[in-house]
């Protein structure tokens, strides 16, 4: 049974950081690309980055130079070290992986930007 668990989240004013992670169970973790998501108030889910198996990474232009995916495959955690946060990066945010053609997701954690 696939299960992801993000944590991290939390209340940060802008400029900030904060750093996420994604534990999985129930995979090969090493050989599976993890991703993360996010979902603002009143908005549909949008893709934030992915790494591979082989560690290649692909960010949404709105994030670029100011997030970082990486993966621990010892501790099959995938993680989202986000800098110089900005109040339109407040969602909820979700970590994916796929497993014989089927989508897994976490339950989520809340990431608020504000003053």
């Known amino acids: 049974q696939v299960q992801l668990v993000e944590s991290g989240g939390g209340l940060v004013q802008p400029g900030g950081s904060l750093r996420l992670s994604c534990a999985a169970s129930?995979?090969?973790?090493?050989?599976?690309?993890m991703s993360w998501y996010r979902q603002a108030p009143g908005a549909q889910r949008e893709f934030v980055a992915y790494?591979?198996?082989?560690?290649?990474?692909n960010y949404a232009d709105s994030v670029k130079g100011r997030f970082t995916i990486s993966r621990d495959n010892a501790k099959n955690t995938v993680y989202l070290q986000m800098n110089s946060l900005k109040p339109e990066d407040t969602a909820t945010y979700y970590c994916?992986?796929?497993?014989?053609?089927?989508?897994?997701w976490g339950q989520g954690t809340q990431v608020t930007v504000s003053s």
């Open positions: 994916n992986t796929e497993s014989s053609s089927r989508l897994y």
């Open positions: 790494i591979t198996g082989g560690r290649r990474t």
């Open positions: 129930g995979i090969a973790f090493s050989a599976y690309t």
